[in-house]
């Protein structure tokens, strides 16, 4: 029988599905040629380790954590990134 819970964990989810707290690494960016290089340059890339700090009352925009800074981004800009979820005891 296949564990679901494992294969999950394994399987890259969008940066804007993440829940407050919960960190990954980003795996990729699946971006329009003008967000890529916005993200880029803000220091998104993969491999790179995030995590989303908190919402909005209304949901967006997302503050994320990133390389010791913090900033805000719109939920729909990020839909493409995508992260691989570090397991709770790794993030530790």
Known sequence: ?????HDQNKRPIPLCDLQTGQGGVIAS???S????????????????P????RRAPLGDPLEIELMGYQLAVRAKDVQ???VRLIPKEKAS
Request: aromatic share 10%; charged share 25%; net charge positive.
């Open 1 to 5: 029988m296949r564990n679901t819970n």
């Open 80 to 82: 493409g990134i995508l």
């Open 50 to 53: 995030i995590r989303l700090v």
């Open 29 to 31: 960016l699946n971006l």
């Open 33 to 48: 040629e003008e967000l890529l290089w916005k993200f880029m340059e803000m220091g998104f890339g993969v491999g790179r």
